[in-house]
């Protein structure tokens, strides 16, 4: 399978967000990342349903939403209202998170589930058949421009043999770090999906970093 490319939005121009959305519409990105924080499940926050609203609809790629918030249960009309595609949130957030997908599926969006760093993959094994997509984190949740964690290849392929053995069709995303260094050996491991906010944004040539990530391996 071909690699699929989120950009992510918080390390965007926000005082010119139109030229950013034009450039995602240009360049081969498959989905757009959106990274909600609400200041207590992580130390930061970033942008909420309003800008999400205002990029719905000039972004022409679908969305890839991820909640970084206490009680994202909370919010599934809200994210489904505009127009997402696909609905993260942190297993660490959700006590009922079987529920919590049930209800994401049912407001007519694709579900995904997000692991931070410390969380094993094998927290997964009764869950990993109903859902569309892990993200694992391979930074902290909280902030752009951080460290890739290396031990987030091996996690890769941990996660990858959990899929396959259990039959799951969820894709693996992977969310933090994510560089020209660090994506051949992730889509090596088995990675399907890169998220990349800084490496991609702060580049001079956004749209040829966004092909090359896509065409890495
Ligand atoms: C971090 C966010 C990421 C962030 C990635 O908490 O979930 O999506 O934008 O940024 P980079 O690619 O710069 O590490
Ligand atoms: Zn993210």
Redesign the pocket.
Known sequence: METLISP?L??ANFIDLRSDIDMINRSEADWL?L?IMDGVF?PNISFGFPVIQAVAKECKKPLDV?L?IVHPEHYIKEVAATGAMMMNVHYEACTHLHRTIQEIHAAGMKAGVTLNPHTPVSVLEDIICDVDMVLL?S?N??????KFIPHSVEKTKRLRRLIDESGSKALIQI????DDKSAPMLVEAGADVL?????VFKAADPIATIHGLKHCK
């Open positions: 992510s918080l390390s990342h990274d992580v991820h970084m984190m930074v949740p909280g902030f752009g421009g951080q969310d933090g770090g994510v998220v990349s906010g800084s490496y």
